[in-house]
């Protein structure tokens, strides 16, 4: 498995300070985040999902934990659109450039606008997919944040 992807690239140019964890992903798995997070013997509110999402028929990222769900008027309103859905798998991997369970907010072919569950800021530490399936990046949510010009929002149920 790789440890550079256009992931940990996108980081090292922001100058964003990280460390790479790996795990053995298990494409079978019900929830790949949960599955992450019991890998990496972390609580799950530390692994965050990241989430490709279409509001008012845009395209945009959405960064939860893992245990958690989004709340679609929450993350509408936030985006300030009507209305929000999930992206398709294959489009969303079209227009990041990333497989599904393998999806990173950092470094997408294409920028979207970014909103990250602001309950995450209230970890010492979180875990991003890394950019490809079994790889993730541990930062702190403020560094997240910052390299992904993302705005931090009330966007779970």
Not at 72 to 84: D, E, F, H, I, R
Not at 110 to 118: G, Y
Not at 124 to 152: H, I, M, Y
Request: hydrophobic fraction near 45%; include cysteine; glycine fraction near 10%.
């Amino acid at each position: 498995m790789s440890k550079t992807t256009r992931a940990t690239q996108a980081l090292d140019k922001a100058g964003i300070a990280y460390e790479v964890c790996s795990y053995a992903y298990d494409p079978d798995a019900d929830k790949v985040g949960m599955q992450a997070a019991e890998a990496l013997g972390v609580a799950p509110g530390m692994v965050l999902k990241t989430l490709m999402v279409l509001a008012d028929g845009k395209p945009a990222c959405v960064v939860v934990p893992s245990d958690r769900e989004v709340s679609m008027k929450k993350l509408a309103a936030a985006l300030a659109a009507k209305s929000a859905q999930m992206m398709k798998p294959a489009d969303a991997e079209r227009l990041t450039g990333f497989v599904v369970g393998g999806i990173s907010p950092f470094g997408q072919k294409r920028a979207v606008p970014t909103l990250m569950e602001e309950g995450a800021l209230g970890q010492p530490q979180v875990f991003l997919n890394g950019g490809q399936r079994g790889l993730q990046v541990k930062l702190s949510p403020a560094d997240a944040l910052k390299a992904l010009g993302a705005k931090a929002a009330a966007v779970v149920a």
